[in-house]
């Protein structure tokens, strides 16, 4: 069971706005910065986003990420094809000192 | 631009050590501004966080696997390693190695491109 809590699935038609949650508590996301991966299948991680809402260059604008409180959300806008993939949440959590991730959520674009 | 590679044996025997090693180059391990950390993937389940090593050789490990646990860095070759002794079934995984930022929210910038190891007799 993953310290922080994301949904298994999302989905979306292309050009819909999509958004995936991510909750935690105090001694992580509610006292630390929060960062998204995305994930192909057989391939490593990517940053997708860091710091709560900075995306690294290369980054598409159609990315954008929110915190508030214990909680943490990705919005993907103009969902595209190519957005198909598992997107997981982590941050640091005081209390473990260590890193901390969701367990991951599974993008399907109808 | 920053590589890393994992590399070590694909299968490891129940009871025994999982021994790790990842080397980066493009940039030097001894930079201040970067903790050195394991992640791992059991097949078609989320991701886990390891533990990260410093240059100076302070490591942090996640508590559940602390016990089982070694993380150590070699300066002078620019890689850093994972000792994982007892393994079970359970350890079977994709393992990654990554770059992570001490300024940004520890975040894992930079990734190997993981190596599957199987845990079996």
């Known amino acids: 069971q993953s310290v922080l809590t994301q949904p298994p699935s999302a989905s979306g038609t292309p050009g819909q706005r999509v958004t995936i949650s991510c909750s935690g508590s105090?001694?992580?996301?509610?006292?630390?910065?929060v960062n998204w991966y995305q994930q192909f299948p057989g391939t490593a991680p990517r940053l997708l986003i860091h710091?709560?809402?900075q995306r690294p260059s290369g980054v598409p604008d159609r990315f954008s990420g929110s915190e508030s409180g214990t909680s943490a959300s990705l919005a993907i806008s103009g969902l595209q094809s190519e957005d198909e993939a598992d997107y997981y949440c982590?941050?640091?959590?005081?209390?473990?000192?260590?890193?901390?991730f969701g367990g991951g959520t599974q993008l399907t674009v109808l | 631009q920053v590589q890393l590679q994992e590399s070590g044996p694909g299968l490891v025997k129940p009871s025994e050590t999982l021994s790790l090693t990842c080397n980066v180059s493009?940039?030097?391990?001894?930079?201040?501004?970067?903790?050195w950390g394991w992640i791992r993937q059991p097949p078609g389940k989320g991701l886990e966080w390891i533990g990260s090593?410093?240059?100076?050789?302070?490591?942090y490990s996640n508590p559940s696997l602390k016990s089982r646990l070694i993380i150590s860095v070699d300066t002078s070759k620019n890689l850093f390693s994972l000792k994982l002794s007892s393994v079970t079934a359970a350890d079977t995984a994709v393992y990654y190695c990554?770059?992570?930022?001490?300024?940004?929210?520890?975040?894992?910038?930079?990734w190997g491109q993981g190596t599957l190891v199987a845990v079996s007799s």
């Open positions: 990554a770059r992570q930022r001490s300024y940004t929210g520890y975040d894992f910038d930079y």
């Open positions: 493009g940039g030097s391990i001894s930079s201040r501004s970067y903790y």
């Open positions: 090593i410093y240059y100076s050789g302070t490591t």
């Open positions: 105090s001694s992580n996301i509610g006292n630390n910065v």
């Open positions: 710091n709560d809402n």
């Open positions: 982590a941050a640091w959590d005081d209390s473990l000192n260590g890193a901390v």
